[in-house]
């Protein structure tokens, strides 16, 4: 097959590279009984697709979308789904907002076609936030949408468009519930705050049962809000639910961020093994360095201002570019990463405008470069300071967003590696000069690919580079050479 060696070579030397550091940190051998049940990424076919996904949407929706990080006038500085937290706002005022809740301008189709056209091959959807109201109507408490105004099922309208749309559904939920009784954050500590806390265990159960029963179709649960220390002293309820969660729906996906093991450690448990099935820790930051990943499957989720997940009216401070993001989306692909950008949706049910412009622009990118991020996998090649590597289709791709003054992308390509035989623009498929420039002191050898002067791109472009086939004849003509 076309450039098989290329990929089964460089995948083979992948997954043994990627392999190698989980190795390396595991820090003891302890027998644990409720850490990582595997070590190592996961291989079937679900977590295959969820790895070649390369670009999600996140969406932060809830009664919060309402003040939209205000109240009585004044301005609140926090994140606007943490608006109840604050002391400017009485809870009370917030837990009556869903009386209020109507967002008649909600159109799942169209979010999810819009989510489409922005290149998005996943979505991770807020059924219930720290706050507990539930966008599903759940039996186990009157905190729902179906006591609201608004009544409709908003999570399987959500589902059902979005996988019309041909994107996998993931459900965020949140463990804090700010509006159960028996929630607790600290330990609970007298035997009627462990009652209550129990009651909590078994709701928080309930509600999740709901969820994979009513939305079977969903391909995992992205969980939050795990943090509590009542929550962590718990590593047998959690670890029982984890099974039990994953017994309803086949290959169900479910990340670093829900149990935590018998001595209290979260994401990596005693022995340094990523407990669940991908690494979630990178929140609004990315590794520098694929080694900051230790082999694990991961994403990245990531606010376009700096720290706003629902619907904040206002707001301040620097507000990434589509640029900035598309730089992200890259630069996640060549650490065998999933970006996923996050909409906060306002409390009519409107994407706002700097979204709707953000998104259009990722998908105008995708629709070109997409080729080289999803299913792709790192190229194990010097990073160089004009972009990014990755490699799909048997081919290596350049993302080039730092164009040098001198138009020469150098290539640094280690002694044992495939030699390139062609390049050309990804956009149009014209022919760029592929150039040997020898070799330097560490007998890596070098190329040029001289971006031609005339070519102007105000966007960052992507340049392919054929790599030497080895066909399925040259093993046999070389033995009967020798
Ligand atoms: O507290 C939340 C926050 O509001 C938001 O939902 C993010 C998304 O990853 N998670 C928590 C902070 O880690």
């Known amino acids: 097959m076309k450039n098989n060696y290329l990929k089964g070579g460089l995948l083979l030397l992948l997954s043994i590279l990627l392999s190698l550091p989980v190795l390396a940190q595991r820090r003891s051998s302890l027998p644990l009984k409720h850490g990582a049940h595997r070590v190592g990424i996961r291989t079937d076919e679900a977590m295959n697709t969820w790895r070649k996904h390369g670009l999600g949407q996140f969406i932060h ?68 936030h720290h706050d ?75 509600q999740l049962l709901e969820l994979v029963e009513n939305y079977p179709t969903i391909k995992g649960l992205w969980f939050d809000g795990s943090w509590d220390k009542a929550w962590i002293n718990e590593p047998a309820f959690a670890d029982e639910l984890d099974a039990e969660l994953r017994s309803k729906i086949p290959g169900l996906i479910i990340g670093s961020r829900f149990r935590a093991d018998e001595y209290g450690n979260r994401g990596y448990d005693t022995n340094g093994d990523l407990i669940g099935d991908y690494e979630q820790s990178w929140e609004r930051a990315l590794p520098n360095d694929i080694s900051e990943v230790n082999g694990n499957d991961w994403d990245c989720v990531m606010t376009i201002p700096e720290n706003q997940w629902g619907y904040h009216s206002d707001w301040r401070g620097y507000v990434k570019t589509s640029d900035d993001l598309i730089e992200m989306i890259a630069k996640s692909a060549s650490m065998n990463g999933n970006f996923v950008l996050n909409f906060g949706p306002d409390g009519l049910g409107n994407i706002r405008p700097e979204e709707t412009k953000i998104a259009k622009e990722i998908g105008e990118w995708m629709k070109i470069n997409g080729d080289a991020i999803y299913a792709s996998a790192p190229v194990e090649w010097k990073k160089q300071g004009w972009g990014y590597y990755t490699q799909s289709n048997g081919n290596v791709n350049l993302l080039v967003f ?23 623009f990804m956009q149009d498929g014209k022919r760029v000069e592929l150039k040997s420039a020898g070799k330097n002191k560490f007998n890596a050898r070098l190329y040029h690919v001289e971006i031609p002067k005339k070519f102007k791109s105000d966007k960052p472009f992507t340049i392919v580079l054929k790599m030497a086939e080895q066909t399925d004849a040259s093993p046999a003509y070389q033995q009967a050479k020798t």
């Not at 907002?97 to 909600?106: A, H, Q």
């Not at 730092?402 to 050309?424: C, F």
């Open 61 to 128: 929706w809830g009664v919060y979308a309402i003040p939209g990080g205000h109240w009585n006038g004044a301005y609140y500085p926090g994140a606007a789904e943490w608006i109840r937290a604050w002391s400017g706002m009485p809870k009370d005022a917030y837990d009556n907002l869903y009386k209020e809740f109507n967002p008649v301008k909600f159109d799942a189709k169209q979010w999810a076609r819009q989510a489409k056209d922005m290149g998005a091959k996943y979505l991770i959807f807020t059924t219930k």
């Open 132 to 206: 507990g109201f539930c966008l599903w109507p759940s039996a186990l408490t009157d905190y729902t949408i179906a006591n609201s105004p608004y009544k409709r099922d908003i999570v399987k309208e959500i589902v059902d468009a979005y996988t019309a749309e041909g994107i996998d559904v993931i459900l965020y939920f949140s463990i804090i519930d700010w509006n159960h009784k028996g929630y607790r954050s600290a330990l609970p500590k007298s035997e009627k705050d462990k009652k209550e806390y129990e009651t909590f265990l078994s709701f928080t159960r309930g």
């Open 402 to 424: 730092n164009r040098p003054i001198n138009n020469l992308l150098t290539i640094e390509i280690p002694k044992d590696g495939q030699t390139p035989t062609s390049a050309y």
